[in-house]
């Protein structure tokens, strides 16, 4: 069922409490594919109940970002959360999240000003302030989230743990194209050769993984391989970093467990990936 009023969904949610149902939740920005329907099955198969939101958030794009022309289809959305059998969409209009005058943030101090954060400046801060807004409109049980976004997901564990906040994050794996292509919504951005060198940003992470298990661990090195992948087509690296999982803080030698992120412009399209070592 779609429901696009705030206090409808938040009786709904209410209600369903009430009667001990438990609430899975998928927050998304709609231009639904494989990798968000992977979350909503995640849920389905925990909870009672599972509420997608498909809203696309005005205060986590920076003035010169992509929010105009973000893709949006709500009709062959709903249609897709009819086929996987989801309880209920909700999709609210940006102007009742944010009505005029609106002035409260959630500012984390740390993790949001590097990777990411250092080359969308405020990004994160409309990120969180928004999975606040939804939790609270939607009191999840637990609310899933795609570790393709792997930092979104660190962040808001971060800012779970930091309030007390009474929902469960999980966090699920990251689902590709058959040719290795991360899934995203974005990609619908890229021309047919665009989407050919793009290919080289996920060589790139699975050639460094394969090298680190032949025994590589300086990331300088590994980074060097993946660079030699990756720069004679992609059109600028913004980042590539072999970091902690959990501190997302930078490794002098590779382990177990560690991950390569990264986030590369193909044309004019910012694709982000990264690969669990
Ligand atoms: N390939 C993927 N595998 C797993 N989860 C994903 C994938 N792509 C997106 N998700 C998850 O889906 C949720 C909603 O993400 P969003 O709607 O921004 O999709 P997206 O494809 O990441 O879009 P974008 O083009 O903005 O990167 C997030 O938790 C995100 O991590
Ligand atoms: C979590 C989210 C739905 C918040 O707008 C968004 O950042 C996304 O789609 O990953
Ligand atoms: N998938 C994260 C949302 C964004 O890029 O704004």
Redesign the pocket.
């Known amino acids: 069922m779609l429901i696009t009023d705030i206090n409808q969904m938040k009786q709904i949610s209410k209600n369903l409490k009430k009667e001990g149902k438990t609430i899975g939740f998928?927050?998304?920005?709609?231009?639904?594919?494989?990798?968000?329907i992977?979350?909503m099955e995640c849920s389905k198969k925990d909870n009672d109940i599972t509420i997608v939101s498909?809203f696309v958030n005005p205060t986590q794009f920076g003035p010169n970002e992509d929010l105009d022309k973000?893709?949006r289809d709500l009709e062959r959305d709903l249609k897709i959360c009819k086929e996987v059998a989801v309880d209920y969409v909700f999709h609210p209009k940006a102007e009742d999240m944010y009505p005029e005058g609106y002035s409260t943030y959630v500012v984390m101090e740390t993790l949001t000003d590097k990777l990411c954060g250092k080359f969308r400046p405020g990004h994160f801060k409309g990120v969180l302030t928004v999975v606040n807004k939804l939790f609270n409109i939607v009191k999840p049980d637990k609310a899933?989230?795609?570790?393709?976004?792997?930092q979104?997901?660190i962040v808001i564990k971060k800012m779970v743990e930091d309030l007390n906040m009474d929902v469960d994050i999980i966090g699920?794996?990251?689902?590709?194209e058959k040719d290795g292509l991360?899934?995203?919504?974005?990609?619908?951005y890229l021309s047919q050769e665009e989407r050919e060198r793009a290919l080289s940003i996920s060589k790139a992470l699975f050639k460094a993984k394969d090298l680190f298990e032949k025994g590589e661990t300086n990331p300088k090195n590994l980074i060097k391989e993946m660079k030699k992948i990756m720069e004679n087509n992609v059109d600028e690296i913004q980042y590539i970093e072999i970091v902690n999982p959990k501190n997302l803080e930078p490794k002098e030698k590779v382990e177990k467990g560690d991950i390569i992120l990264v986030a590369a412009f193909v044309g004019s399209t910012r694709?982000?990936d990264n690969i669990e070592l």
């Open positions: 998928v927050p998304t920005m709609g231009y639904l594919h494989k990798g968000h992977s979350l498909i973000y893709p899933y989230f795609g570790k393709k976004d792997y979104q997901y699920c794996p990251l689902i590709r991360a899934m995203s919504s974005r990609n619908k694709l982000i």
